[in-house]
DNA sequence: TATGAAAGCCTTTGGGG
DNA sequence: CCCCAAAGGCTTTCATA
């Protein structure tokens, strides 16, 4: 778990598709870097408990589940101390609307990434669950027309 | 790929599981969540099929590939137009630090979550791959202290 | 839609270069 | 650090209900 891990130029190969498809197999996988498979497995092993691959998780899309309306809110957080933060964290990550939530610097303290299933429930979500509470002083509301993202790495063939 | 797909229980399982391990094995899918291991390979394929699981991704630490500094850059679009845009995104998404972009609803239009070496690089990436394009009226820069995310479902157990 | 059984392939391990 | 080879387990198919 060192911070500093030295990756090979088939290190980050394997990375690139593992990033683009966690469930290529380990022969296919091999192949595809020119290893044999036994080599690679080790290699993935090594990843894994170097920590540079956290996980491997299924994308699920958000709007087939019943929430297709995706909005980010920035909330400031006052007084921005400890014993406040922490519990605001924990309760913004109990929300299943919640998808993503990051700690900024800059003027809004908070910005959550939520999905929700209509504007009433993201009014909900912002009246009930933060402006409610003593330590939110504020939340703008930006709804998502689109987005794209990624792993840190570019993919194969780049 | 229709809007509305039913999903059972079961599905909802399914999904929670392998939003939280996208490698767990069909035949222990298949025992957590209480039916045969083929029709455990039906129902997955089903859900591929119909667009509620759309991709299953190694998680890549980008602290540990040598990007350890994390921001959010704000950035204004002028005139936010398509023949404008469109190559706006593409280019975007055609750096190597950037994890995401999001189009929004509000003062900014763009989000991108970009992941880099140093102060430097994040100085560079603002001057000279966003303020220096015609179309880009402002660039607002914030760091990440911290990030958590997830899928849209909860976990398991939850 | 769900199941059980069978065939084949893949993963995984251990020895060796 | 890499590879080969073998054993065991898993995936996948298909007939059946």
Not at 67 to 95: G, K, T, W
Not at 118 to 147: I, P
Request: glycine letters at 6%; one cysteine or more; proline letters at 7%.
């Amino acid at each position: 778990m060192s911070e500093n891990v030295e990756l090979s130029p088939v290190d980050l190969d394997i990375l690139r598709l593992l990033q683009n498809d966690a469930r290529i197999t380990n022969k296919d996988l091999a192949a595809a870097v020119g290893i044999a498979p036994s080599t690679c497995l080790d290699r993935v092993a090594r990843l894994r408990d170097t920590g540079v691959i956290t996980g491997q998780h299924a994308s699920v899309d958000a709007a087939k589940l019943g929430r297709p309306l995706e909005a980010f809110l920035f909330v400031q957080v006052r007084p921005h101390r400890r014993p406040l933060v922490d519990p605001f964290i924990e309760h913004l990550l109990s929300l299943p609307e919640v998808r993503a939530v990051y700690h900024l610097t800059g003027p809004d303290d908070f910005l959550a990434h939520v999905a929700t299933s209509s504007a009433g429930e993201l009014q909900r979500l912002v009246l009930d669950e933060l402006t409610a509470r003593d330590e939110v002083a504020r939340v703008h509301t930006n709804l998502v027309f689109q987005h794209w993202s990624g792993g840190p790495l570019l993919p194969p063939g780049t």
